[in-house]
């Protein structure tokens, strides 16, 4: 489901100016993403993030409390930079190829 919400954002942001209509979908995936990988034992999250984690849910609680305070330069940096290191951490606890791409406004 994480995986999910972030896929759909990356697709949502990939390439495209960032007007605010792409920033709310961006913003709107990302704190859907790390309210799931919330949802994950604490242990497992500092296994996946270590202190990374108190960053995520710090970027998570902006959003979602104090949204109109969202930089789009900030944004697209995290998309840009730090969304990629997040899917190959969360690939490769899967056991999955972290290159592999999912599709899932096609359902695969």
Do not use: K
């Not at 919400?5 to 792409?22: A, I, S």
């Not at 409390?65 to 944004?75: E, S, T, V």
């Not at 840009?80 to 972290?98: C, F, S, V, Y």
């Amino acid at each position: 489901m994480a995986l999910t919400h972030v896929d759909l954002m990356r697709e949502d942001g990939q390439g495209r100016v960032m007007d605010q209509f792409v920033v709310d979908a961006v913003c709107m995936r990302l704190s859907a993403g790390v309210e799931v990988l919330n949802r994950l034992d604490a242990s497992v999250r500092t296994g996946l993030f270590g202190d990374s984690w108190t960053f995520m849910w710090g970027m998570r609680n902006r959003i979602a409390h104090g949204y109109l305070l969202i930089d789009p330069a900030i944004i697209r940096r995290t998309l840009e930079t730090d969304i990629p290191t997040i899917m190959r951490q969360i690939h490769r606890a899967l056991g999955e190829d972290p290159g592999r791409s999912r599709n899932p406004r096609s359902g695969g």
